[in-house]
């Protein structure tokens, strides 16, 4: 992580607390508080931001892992009330004893680059729907309304992975199954 991208995604996932906590460890604690602090070091930094788990270890960013055992509407970052879902949320079916539906929120321009991943961790089927039909690409199919993880050799361990451009969502798969064969995805349309 460079110390110039910190403050960005500080200020991205923890707000005015976080450009606080950015100010005090930069050294720049006479301004906030009247001391005198010495500069702390780019790696004292990282470190002590991955205690706070605002980041991982290396300065990267944490990523949400949520476990959806029902069916699930996924709720746009742009929510006034904060329950949104920030992107890159791994949602997975742990726990499951059945199907799991998510549904993506419908694409808009301002959620440009949002993605969310869903992981098989039950030997249950996901289904990734879209809000508005016709709004997923997939491979060969530019008005797809899901991707799903349903064939039963796949299920555990399969991945995908959901981008918003603006005006649809792109859906691909993320991962290969045992032997390096290619996990199934199965596109309803």
């Known amino acids: 992580m460079h110390l110039a991208t910190l403050p960005l995604q500080l200020s991205l996932?923890?707000?005015v607390l976080g450009a606080i906590i950015l100010a005090i460890l930069l050294g720049l604690s006479s301004v906030v508080f009247g001391t005198n602090m010495p500069a702390p070091s780019q790696s004292d930094i990282v470190r002590q931001l991955a205690a706070w788990r605002v980041c991982d270890p290396m300065g990267g960013p944490l990523r949400r892992v949520v476990a959806k055992t029902?069916?699930?509407?996924?709720?746009?970052?742009?929510?006034?009330?904060?329950t949104g879902d920030a992107s890159g949320t791994i949602f997975t079916n742990r726990g499951a004893t059945g199907a799991v539906v998510l549904t993506l929120p419908a694409p808009i321009l301002?959620?440009?680059?949002?993605?969310?991943?869903?992981?098989g961790i039950a030997a249950q089927s996901i289904t990734v729907a879209t809000a508005t039909a016709d709004t997923l690409i997939v491979t060969n199919d530019t008005a797809a309304d899901s991707l799903a993880i349903a064939t039963a050799s796949d299920k555990i361990g399969a991945a995908m992975r959901f981008i918003c451009d603006g005006t649809s969502w792109i859906g691909f798969g993320l991962s290969t199954g045992a032997g390096g064969t290619a996990d199934t995805f199965t596109v309803a349309t």
């Open 13 to 15: 996932q923890a707000g």
């Open 70 to 82: 029902a069916d699930y509407t996924i709720v746009s970052p742009l929510a006034t009330d904060g």
């Open 110 to 119: 301002a959620l440009t680059g949002l993605f969310y991943d869903v992981v």
